[in-house]
Nanobody, 122 residues
């Protein structure tokens, strides 16, 4: 079993900051790419930020310069530091990991967390 658990969401005023965490656990063999997605009511799920096993990052244009993605590969944990939050950042944020399990090294699949709610008041 593999489990991804997000934490750190909550209510914040516009201009404020939050730090999301995603902890991956279970019979994990290797994690390749980890990423954050978000989905606001009535909208499709969208990619927010991505980080490779080598530490390369990429961001949605809407969050560049405000959000920072990072990971602790030794702990199978990923973070999203969100600064200068705007009301339009409000959404459920999901963690995604592209990983292979111990018994199937090299056979990669996507795994999702349950999401954490971020609410930004204006």
């Amino acid at each position: 079993q593999v489990q991804l658990v997000e934490s750190g969401g909550g209510l914040v005023q516009a201009g404020g900051s939050l730090r999301l965490s995603c902890a991956a656990s279970g019979d994990i063999g290797s994690i390749n790419v980890m990423s954050w997605y978000r989905q606001a009511p009535g909208n499709q799920r969208e990619l927010v930020a991505i980080i490779t096993s080598g530490g390369h990052t990429n961001y949605a244009d809407s969050v560049k310069g405000r959000f920072t993605i990072s990971r602790d590969s030794a702990e199978n944990t990923m973070y999203l530091q969100m600064n200068s939050l705007k009301p339009e950042d409000a959404a459920v944020y999901y963690c995604n990991a592209y990983l292979s399990r111990l018994l199937n090294i090299g056979d990669y699949h996507n795994y999702w967390g349950q999401g954490t709610q971020v609410t930004v008041s204006s």
